[in-house]
């Protein structure tokens, strides 16, 4: 790490003049240095007769040289774009050099230029910057050029990684038998900023060694990472943090937005990252650290300003951390809780098993996970199994230490059984269900069945001997426990009745949370809803859908179910994979449901993103407040028309292609949310005139919209007098 020590401009700052062939039409513009970033955004004007699209080549040359060499650069986009983008765009904008603007005549757009390393000397960028429009035919229309001046001298880039304290292990140039390896002179095919980059692996079955790297900084401070995609990733911590993150770019180039923190005696610690294969490939090119003023530090964290007034129940399931983590101490367990009183969730839905399969706790009644598992798909893996659930049980107590770290970290938690799967023919399967195969309908155990209702109290009661403060049941994603409404409504009453047994022994109520099928979604009738909260059986409502489908239920009726009574509706907002894209869609989700008046939300799956990417807890960070969510909302409305226009749709989950439970979703980028068509071969197949916009609908019936094989899918976007008009290719899974 060095100190850029050139001799200073005023920092930061830019200056650029625009010329060229419209100069004499053209203003002078003055760009700027974003301060968090220190990106350069470049803003510039298209001509008022430039064709639909309008493809941009921006260069750079050193100062008075005219030696052009092509800018990393792209276009002013939103978050939720950039999370969407596809992988083609970024290398057609960093590696061909291609920004392509739509519907632009007459517009003021913006291009984000990263200076480093190419453009930097010494931290300081004294460069000729230029921006050339040509037609899609290669026809030129226009080209600005002028000097672009900033000092980022005070910017602290980790590159060389020999200066590690553990030096030991640690080669350069890297031989045979070494741990870590600092690999320079890399061909600069490999994409590493300054032709070196840091590897580690020394095979799944033993961890490196964690390497902590020396800094001497005070104050608050902006922490990027930059990998490069295929090489592996890392994990990151602060010598005085808790836990790591996993941090990787997902796109060649891409720096990633770690954190903001004070490192006022604070050291960098790395971690190589485990998998549910065991310790997995670690990987760093560079960090980047940019010092913040207390204003702008002030700015950000006011994001997330305001007392909480939204209660957030997320769901956390230690059974699917643990399939990726080598959780073997029961201090362990702090760590991911930490991580969710970071993302302001004030009750933690723990779910510790699934009545008929093996449980994830420390249970006397009936037989815990303590050897292989299998999961769900991952990627190309159609059945990835794993023994880091079952070392887990095996070397600490789940839900005592989830219960006693949750107490300390201030939040709420409840002991959450999902209502049966038995997984039959599966390492899952539990002695219950094997020994009881008449049953079960199916996978899933009977609730009609007495002594199944029997089996599934004791339980309930266990995990309240063990400490829980309160329960769920959770119906979703199978439903297929409940035959009949009277089955559901006696298993209720049931639970109450062993609920309220509880907190006549404490002193204090007992609280029941269910979450169950939402209006339109399977078996959504057999839910009596209205008689749970008429009766007080229930304290929490959770409304939810099943996969991919019913994302966004009419809450009307859940609100008037409740009304009255002391039960909170609390809808489920899906954050899984298939779920809606952070942090447009889902945030538009977030503030309709705020907008009618519900005390919060439930979100299913909640430490997929706040165990995930840091951008994604940030985002979950927003909804303990109302404001916060209204206020991230005004900023995009204010953005928008500054953003290059795009249509951006969610990816395939699967290598084969789109499934029928997974809908494909769409955000109409740098225009404003109006009238959406979507066209499949040709056919007009959805109209919107708002979000949230999809292919098909959320029902059952579109299910089958994308047919198996390649598909054409063009979607129009209303903008203005006309249309933004973009085409896609798609795959049915079949």
């Not at 490196?208 to 922490?223: C, F, K, N, S």
């Not at 362990?332 to 933690?348: D, N, S, T, Y």
């Not at 839905?349 to 399969?357: M, P, S």
């Not at 815990?368 to 893996?381: E, F, H, K, M, V």
């Amino acid at each position: 790490m060095t100190k850029r020590n050139a001799a200073r401009l005023p920092a930061p700052v830019c200056t650029l003049v625009l010329m060229g062939l419209a100069a004499s039409t053209w203003p002078e513009i003055a760009p700027t240095v974003d301060p968090l970033t220190r990106h350069v955004h470049v803003t510039y004007s298209v001509p008022a007769d430039a064709p639909e699209e309008v493809v941009v080549v921006c260069s750079w040359s050193p100062a008075g040289t005219e030696d052009w060499r092509p800018a990393k650069a792209w276009p002013l986009i939103s978050e939720t774009a950039f999370n969407l983008l596809p992988d083609a765009t970024w290398a057609q904008w960093i590696q061909q050099n291609r920004i392509v603007e739509r519907r632009a005549a007459g517009l003021e757009r913006t291009v984000i230029f990263n200076p480093y390393p190419e453009a930097q000397a010494d931290g300081v960028v004294d460069v000729d910057f230029r921006v050339v429009l040509e037609s899609p035919q290669g026809r030129s229309l226009a080209t600005s050029q002028g000097r672009v001046q900033a000092d980022n001298s005070d910017v602290l880039y980790i590159e060389d990684w020999s200066r590690v304290l553990q030096k030991a292990v640690v080669n350069h140039p890297a031989p045979e038998g070494r741990l870590w390896s600092w690999r320079t002179e890399l061909d600069p095919s490999a994409g590493a900023s300054l032709d070196n980059a840091l590897y580690g692996d020394a095979g799944p079955a033993a961890p490196l060694p964690q390497l902590t790297y020396p800094l001497d900084l005070r104050g608050p401070y902006a922490v990027f990472v930059c990998t490069t995609p295929g090489e592996g990733s890392i994990r990151l911590r602060l010598t005085g943090d808790e836990r790591t993150d996993g941090l990787f770019s997902p796109r060649l180039g891409e720096e990633v937005l770690w954190r903001w923190a004070r490192l006022d005696r604070q050291m960098l610690v790395l971690r190589q990252p485990h998998r549910y294969t065991g310790w997995a490939p670690a990987h760093i090119d560079y960090v980047k650290l940019v010092p913040l003023t207390l204003k702008l530090t002030a700015q950000l964290e006011a994001q997330f300003g305001g007392t909480p007034d939204k209660l957030v129940v997320g769901y956390w399931e230690p059974y699917s951390w643990a399939f990726h983590d080598n959780v073997q101490e029961t201090l362990q367990h702090r760590q991911p809780l930490a991580a969710f009183a970071e993302a302001r969730i004030g009750l933690v839905d723990t779910q510790i098993g699934r009545f008929g399969a093996k449980v994830v706790y420390e249970s006397q009644l009936t037989d815990t996970l303590l050897y292989a598992t299998r999961g769900d798909p991952i990627g190309a893996i159609a059945k990835p199994e794993t023994d880091n659930v079952g070392r887990m049980q095996q070397y600490t107590n789940t839900l005592d230490a989830t219960l006693r770290y949750a107490r300390e970290l201030g939040l709420h938690a409840h002991a959450n059984f999902g209502a049966s799967n038995c997984y039959p023919g599966s390492p899952l399967q539990g002695d219950f269900s094997k020994q009881h195969p008449d049953w079960m309908r199916g996978s899933m155990l009977r609730y009609e069945v007495p002594e199944v209702r029997a089996y599934v109290l004791s339980l309930f009661r266990e995990a309240l001997e063990i400490g829980a403060p309160g329960i769920s049941i959770d119906y979703c994603r199978y439903p297929e426990t409940i035959d009949a409404i009277e089955t559901g409504n006696a298993f209720m009453g049931e639970l109450r009745g062993l609920a309220d047994d509880f907190g006549a022994k404490r002193g204090r109520h007992v609280p029941i949370l269910v979450r169950f099928p939402g209006t339109g979604v399977r078996r959504c009738r057999l839910f009596d809803y209205v008689t749970w909260a008429r009766e007080g059986w229930v304290d929490y409502l959770c409304p939810s859908n099943i996969q991919g489908r019913h994302l966004h239920i009419d809450v009307t009726p859940y609100l008037e179910a409740v009304q009255g009574s002391q039960v909170k509706l609390l809808p489920s907002v899906d954050a899984l994979s298939w779920g809606l894209p952070m942090p447009g869609p889902f945030l538009w989700r977030v503030a309709r449901l705020y907008e009618a008046g519900v005390p919060g939300i439930h979100v299913y799956q909640a430490d997929a993103r706040i165990l995930g990417r840091p951008g994604e807890r940030r985002c979950m960070r927003l909804l303990a407040n109302a404001d916060a969510v209204r206020r991230w909302w005004a900023e995009d409305t204010r953005l928008r028309p500054r953003c290059s226009k795009g249509i951006y749709i969610t990816r395939a989950l699967r290598p084969e292609g789109w499934h029928g439970w997974k809908r494909l979703r769409v955000w109409p980028e740098g225009i404003d949310m109006g009238a959406v068509e979507l066209y499949l071969d040709g056919e007009l197949v959805s109209r919107f005139d708002g979000p949230p916009y999809l292919l098909g609908s959320e029902a059952y019936a579109s299910d089958g919209v994308i047919p198996p094989g390649d598909h054409e899918l063009r979607i129009r976007a209303e903008d203005g007098d006309g249309w933004l008009d973009q085409t896609f290719t798609v795959h049915g899974a079949g």
